[in-house]
């Protein structure tokens, strides 16, 4: 699996939009990125998935670019429930997912 | 639609002894998984099952972990004995195969 790259933390503003990072430069061309949250004491939760295209969803955008070499998952209105760890993962369908160290997202009142 | 169940949530046992954790996947799931999460980091694939038959265990200690998955549903993961650096939450997760994984809410093991 491709590795990816995120910022360790980030703090956003309750009914702003947050837009969470990730480079992936050496993606190839059958993975797929994913996104997942962790929310304290659950397990991770499905957020998004995209190959190029950007992807919409009831929780989040994703915005890959043309290259494929970066993204951004878009929480559009985030709430303090939003406050989570964020994984950002490149992967094959079928294949293992595996989880980097993620970007933990606070939301502020 | 009923998630992924795991038990216990929590256990809490001294070193070299034995532990077991139990998961019942989402009905129809054939691909289980089982990840280690140790505090503050990501979660660690263990091992992957497609029904009853191993994908990936290649990050399994197998001289103190095992797992099956007997019937291709519901899984156990066994740790004998047990080391302190085992403390962790354990996570099960399934999928129809490919795209989303759905994971339960864990097995927080503590070793003193």
């Known amino acids: 699996d491709a590795k990816t790259t995120q910022p360790p933390s980030m703090d956003c503003a309750e009914g702003r939009a947050a837009n969470l990072p990730c480079n992936h430069s050496t993606i190839s061309g059958n993975e797929y990125v994913y996104w997942y949250r962790q929310i304290h004491s659950q397990g991770p939760q499905y957020i998004i998935h995209g190959l190029k295209n950007n992807e919409t969803n009831e929780m989040a955008s994703l915005i890959i670019t043309e290259d494929r070499k970066s993204s951004t998952l878009i929480l559009p209105h985030a709430t303090l429930r939003d406050t989570a760890v964020y994984y950002c993962i490149v992967r094959q369908n079928d294949y293992k997912l595996s989880f980097g160290a993620g970007t933990t997202v606070t939301v502020r009142a | 639609e009923a998630g992924v169940a795991q038990s216990p949530r929590y256990k809490i046992i001294e070193k070299r002894q034995s532990v077991a954790f139990w998961c019942n996947p989402i009905?129809?799931?054939?691909?289980l998984y089982w990840y280690q999460q140790i505090l503050g980091q990501g979660p660690k694939l263990l091992i992957q099952f497609q029904n009853n038959g191993v994908v990936d265990d290649s990050q399994l200690p197998k001289d103190r972990f095992s797992a099956e998955r007997l019937k291709g549903v519901d899984s156990t993961l066994k740790i004998q004995p047990a080391k302190l650096e085992d403390s962790a939450v354990y996570l099960c997760?399934?999928?129809?195969?490919?795209?989303?994984?759905?994971f339960g809410e864990g097995s927080r093991l503590t070793v003193l």
């Open positions: 997760a399934s999928s129809l195969g490919g795209g989303e994984l759905f």
């Open positions: 009905s129809g799931h054939a691909t």
